[in-house]
């Protein structure tokens, strides 16, 4: 994340290995999209402006780093084209995903620039996410061997996954009435599941057994948890200039996400009943309605006033303590302390 700054000074050579190897990313991601057609390549370039925190890559090349088996010492000298291919995949689906959810969202910004349905329309935006994702598959297809075999398979079924999360979130859209548990699901499907096999990928790569590529897996699914917790609370509590997104649309949309689910499940009657009356004052059929600014005000400090907010922000810092805790098994190396530091900078940050 380019919160490097704030990286302890032993890691830095890490931190140096990681940036090259995530401009090797960049190049593969840009050549594998690249069109002769110029309508096509100028959409290609405007998601080239959405490179973000590239989370993902990041962790598909420490997990590559940090994972290889005993007999051979962590570090840089593991990567390959292999890995940077996998990385470049793994951001493929993600900004696929991420030019798709700006249509379901009616977001009009995303990195604090124009979405690509803003700009272009819903049409090409639908039809520039299946390009984002077929070109993914096409590029994890080339990869040679077991581990490309079985990151085709993995790949396939997290797009999958992907998918059923976001259609199971819109099947609960306005129900109020939505449980943890629920959520839970949600967010482990259409978010973390894609986190999960970056990190796996990325060991088994490197070589890690079945048993380590696990480990690997559940540090990236906790985290990938925490992950979507985080953004759910910037998009309640965050600053919009920061963030860079639109603010407040998953109330908007009648998502509900973590915070107003404890909320609706621990506030004393009266509170619980002026909360439920604000939001179905607020609910409608599908489309987007905004909430105007005093109705919001209220709406969080009802959220503070039963400890929701807080109550969120200490599942996801508990969701970390798990991650990190998946790979304690894991030998002791700068690699490794990178890849954790990385997992607290997933709570800490404020876009
Ligand atoms: C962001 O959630 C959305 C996702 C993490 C997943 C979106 C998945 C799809 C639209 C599935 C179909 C697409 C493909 C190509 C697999 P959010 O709206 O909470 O986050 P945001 O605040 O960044 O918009
Ligand atoms: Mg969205």
Redesign the pocket.
């Known amino acids: 994340m380019p919160l490097a700054s704030s990286i302890p000074a032993d890691l830095a050579p890490v931190m140096r290995v990681l940036d090259e190897a995530v401009g090797g990313v960049e190049r593969v991601f840009d050549g594998a999209l690249r069109s002769d057609l110029p309508p096509v390549q100028r959409l290609v370039e405007h998601v080239e402006t959405y490179r973000g925190k590239m989370l993902r890559p990041q962790l598909v090349i420490l997990s590559a780093m940090a994972a290889p088996p005993s007999d051979l010492a962590p570090g840089s000298s593991c990567l390959t084209d292999a890995h940077l291919t996998i990385a470049a995949v793994c951001e493929m ?2 900004m ?7 249509v ?2 009616e ?1 009009d910004v ?1 990195r604090k620039g124009a979405t690509v349905n803003r700009l272009h329309g819903n049409e090409a935006a639908v039809i520039l ?2 390009y ?2 077929s070109s993914a598959y096409r590029l994890c297809s080339t990869l040679a061997g077991e581990v490309g075999r079985q990151a085709s398979l993995l790949i396939g079924q997290t ?1 999958m996954t ?2 059923a ?2 259609l199971l979130q819109l099947h609960h859209r306005q129900n109020l009435s939505l449980d943890e548990r629920t959520y839970f699901r949600i967010v482990e499907q ?2 973390a599941s ?1 986190i999960a096999v970056a990190c796996k990928l990325g060991a088994m790569q490197s070589g890690a057994n079945a048993h380590t590529a696990e480990r690997f897996h559940r540090f990236g699914l906790a985290l990938g948890v925490a992950f ?1 917790i985080q ?2 609370l ?2 309640l509590t965050g600053d919009q200039g920061v963030v860079g ?1 639109p603010l407040h ?2 109330v908007e949309l009648g ?1 509900l996400t973590l915070p107003l689910i404890h909320h609706l499940s621990t506030a004393p009657p009266d509170v619980r009943g002026r909360t439920l009356l604000l939001l179905r004052a607020n609910a409608h059929d599908g489309g987007l309605r905004a909430l105007n600014a005093p109705a919001f005000a209220s709406l969080l400090s009802a959220l503070e006033s039963t400890g929701s907010i807080a109550h969120a922000r200490q599942t996801a810092d508990d969701l970390v303590a798990q991650a990190k805790e998946a790979l304690a098994p894991i030998r002791p190396s700068p690699v490794k302390s990178v890849l954790l530091w990385v997992a607290d900078q997933v709570v800490a940050r404020a876009f």
């Open positions: 689906i993600h696929a995903t991420l030019v798709h959810d700006d379901l969202d977001a995303r996410g299946d984002l994702f797009g992907l998918c999360g976001e259409k978010t894609l979507q953004d759910d910037l998009d997104k649309r998953d998502k």
